[in-house]
């Protein structure tokens, strides 16, 4: 890292030295929001209420010495999460209009609060959450700040172009089979997919939309590894430990990788001599056992998508109606099939992980989704990438090509054993 602070670091000593504050944070982040040429980062912008949160904060957290983790920070929420006043899209105009106004903030929203954040807003998501790209035919597709001729990738596409954008300095993300990880290497950011268990229970989903319970994790994206640590600590109750050192590394052989562009696989040659330097041991990894990875997935993903939104399907783009009706259509017996599979591949995993502490390998075997082209061909092709973590609730962070000097889009998987996401993210820190 060539910076001297990270972002949030370097906002929480400019707050100290009263550089700036709260209100002047807020008026800043608010002239950033929707500045994709698609205008659509946030579904929902909420300005007028951080604004005026921004104004008490001072007053709300008045001891200087003991101010909540973070004060002052704008961080933006995807539009499957309940936040007061608001109406909980998932990404679709039809649930738009059906949904409530909430009267009361998801677990995660009033986390965020709680911790002295600003909530800039609730951002864009591919329709329910179901898809990779960000292309959404009811809010249009989600492009990048940066370069409008790229999709940010999804589903949790407003979340990378606010963090992009500057809207935001972190967002909360969902991802199921790529949601965060896939968007946060697309658009150049840091990524954290936590552990199927870290995100479990009732009290965590309080007040969001699920799309797959089997698989739905909880995800923030942000712009420096380093703040990994601090961020999921004040959201997730990560606790914050030294980073392991000399840990063994698995990593995906070329059998796996025949599909990825050169600069993907120049990026995820360069971040092996990375953890090389920073005394971690590299081991090839057999990934054979992957092969039905994605089959398990989308199978048990699809019957219980179709369930949740059983009797709207007629009610969503053509894509993904097909998807739910398919996973109606998977009987009892075939999805209790799919389960004792899904029990095998997970037991293999574990065996995986007691060869090696960590996985590396590419996000995507692409680094650009063009806008206004068809997309259909490559969401599989991404999926193989980002289902073997997703079966197996495996933490990723993702790695940022451009922080190892690879082009903008070539973002790797840093994939840790279950519920070892302190460790995972206090060694992405360090690197």
């Known amino acids: 890292m060539t910076n001297p602070q990270s972002p949030l670091t370097s906002l929480h000593h400019a707050l100290a030295s009263s550089e700036t504050d709260p209100h002047t944070i807020a008026v800043a982040a608010a002239g950033k929001a929707n500045s994709n040429d698609s205008h659509n980062a946030f579904l929902t912008l909420t300005t007028i209420e951080s604004l005026h949160r921004a104004e008490r904060l001072p007053n709300l957290f008045a001891d200087t010495q003991n101010r909540p983790p973070l004060y002052g920070v704008p961080i933006s929420i995807k539009d499957c999460f309940d936040l007061t006043g608001t109406t909980t899209s998932c990404g679709s105009r039809y649930y738009q209009q059906l949904h409530p106004v909430a009267e009361k903030n998801s677990w995660v929203a009033q986390r965020l609060l709680d911790a002295g954040a600003i909530i800039p807003g609730k951002t864009h998501l591919h329709q329910l959450a179901y898809g990779i790209t960000g292309e959404n035919a009811d809010y249009g597709d989600s492009v990048q700040p940066r370069d409008s001729t790229l999709l940010t990738g999804g589903s949790s596409s407003g979340a990378a172009a606010s963090v992009q954008e500057g809207s935001a300095l972190a967002a909360i993300g969902t991802d199921t089979g790529g949601s965060v990880r896939v968007p946060a290497a697309l658009c150049g950011l840091a990524g954290y997919r936590a552990s199927l268990g870290v995100s479990r229970g009732e009290e965590r989903w309080s007040g969001a939309a699920h799309l797959a319970p089997s698989f739905d994790t909880l995800g923030l994206l942000f712009r420096d590894l380093r703040d990994g640590p601090a961020l999921a600590g004040a959201i997730y109750d990560i606790p914050s430990i ?8 698995g990593y995906v052989g070329d059998e796996f990788t ?5 600069d993907v696989l120049a990026a995820f040659a360069a971040w092996k ?8 041991t590299l081991i090839p990894i057999d990934t054979a056992f ?7 997935f989308a199978s048990i993903q699809a019957s219980e998508a179709a369930q949740l939104h059983r009797g709207h399907y007629q009610h969503f783009e053509p894509a993904i109606a097909e998807r739910l009706a398919w996973g109606a259509s998977i009987t009892i017996e075939q999805l209790q099939a799919f389960h004792r599979r899904l029990e095998v591949f997970r037991s293999q995993m574990s065996s995986l992980f007691q060869q ?12 650009k989704l063009f806008a206004g082209k068809d997309q259909s061909h490559i969401r599989k092709a991404i999926l193989r ?4 973590a997703s079966l197996a609730g495996l933490p990723v962070v993702t790695l940022a090509g451009e922080a190892i000097g690879a082009p903008l889009g070539t973002g790797m998987q840093l994939v840790a054993a279950p519920m070892q996401d302190a460790s995972l993210l206090a060694f992405a820190a360090a690197l």
């Open 242 to 249: 030294t980073a392991p050192s000399q840990p063994r590394v």
């Open 258 to 262: 025949h599909d990825c562009e050169p």
């Open 273 to 280: 001599q990375r953890l090389t330097e920073r005394r971690a």
């Open 290 to 296: 992957w092969v039905d990875s994605l089959d398990i």
């Open 356 to 367: 090696v502490d960590l996985l590396l390998l590419p996000c995507a075997p692409v680094s």
């Open 385 to 388: 990438y980002t289902t073997p």
